[in-house]
């Protein structure tokens, strides 16, 4: 008898385990879903502000999300998410601040599927760092970001940067060519931002090789870039210009300086007035 109702008392007591337990799981589920669902609403009010270039807004919104994100349920949107602060960082100067933020998301991405995440990751380093004149690691990174399987857009935008890690290195033949193989590109010709930018950087390439075809290529950009109403490609095409001229035409070089600073001061571009400061003072 004894022993009946101790089988009789343990079959309860599963019973509540096992009941106990489903709810629990419901409970998760639900706290998981609201959370998610928190998540995607912060995100899409941060992407809004961010489209506005309210970058402040953008930033609330993001590290609200961020912090209510469960990195190892939801690793896409966490690692997009500190992609776009660190992004909005960057664009403010703060690269210490960008940087650390991008390390947060390295230990995650060996769990993401989609490698545009993997490679916005990547990419955000390399321009930190390339920002910040470590070009060692800038390419380190660009390359890593290469290697993955993307769009052919991706991987041609990633040949680009590394050709301005090169340009920047003084390596400008090695930076030449790959400039030169992207010209005829479908995806870069329908961009006409990068496009006028590659044409700007060939010519750069060339001047500083001490060859005559820059100016054509500095020529052809800049047409483009007036066509378009790019006023800041306008803006660094000057400044080249003015460079390319500060020898062998030194009232070409002023003139040109002059335009890239009163443009660069319109667009609050603070580096390119330096730049072309610099150059009127000479």
């Known amino acids: 008898m004894k022993q009946k109702y101790k089988i009789i008392s343990l079959y309860i007591i599963l019973i509540f385990i096992i009941l106990f337990s489903c709810q629990k799981q419901e409970s998760s589920k639900a706290v998981t879903n609201n959370t998610k669902e928190k998540t995607e609403k912060l995100i899409a009010l941060g992407d809004r502000f961010y489209d506005n270039q309210n970058f402040d807004s953008a930033f609330f919104y993001y590290n609200k999300a961020k912090f209510i994100c469960n990195p190892k349920t939801e690793t896409e949107s966490f690692v ?4 776009s ?33 993997i490679w916005n990751t990547y990419i955000e380093l390399g321009t930190n760092y390339l920002l910040t004149y470590d070009y060692n690691n800038a390419l380190s990174y660009y390359k890593k970001a290469l290697s993955l399987n993307t769009s052919e857009g991706r991987k041609l935008s990633t040949q680009n940067n590394i050709a301005l890690v090169l340009l920047k290195q003084g390596k400008y033949n090695e930076a030449l060519k790959i400039f030169i193989s992207l ?8 961009n006409r931002e990068n496009f006028i930018k590659i044409l700007d950087n060939i010519g750069f390439c060339y001047f500083k090789i001490g060859d005559d075809r ?5 020529t052809r950009a800049l047409k483009t870039a007036d066509e378009t109403k790019d006023y800041l490609s306008s803006t660094k095409i000057h400044l080249h210009l003015a460079e390319f001229y500060e020898t062998k035409n030194p009232s070409l070089s002023k003139k040109y300086a002059q335009l890239s600073y009163k443009n660069s001061a319109l667009k609050n571009y603070s580096e390119g007035r330096m730049s072309a400061l610099k150059l009127l003072i000479n």
Not at 80 to 83: E, G, H, P
């Open 80 to 83: 997009s998410t500190l992609n």
């Open 85 to 117: 602060m660190a992004e909005i960082q960057r664009s403010q100067g703060d690269y210490t601040g960008s940087e650390s933020t991008l390390t947060e998301a390295l230990p995650y991405l060996k769990h993401i599927k989609n490698p545009k995440y």
């Open 183 to 190: 010209t005829d590109k479908k995806e870069i010709l329908e």
């Open 214 to 218: 820059a100016l054509s290529y500095f």
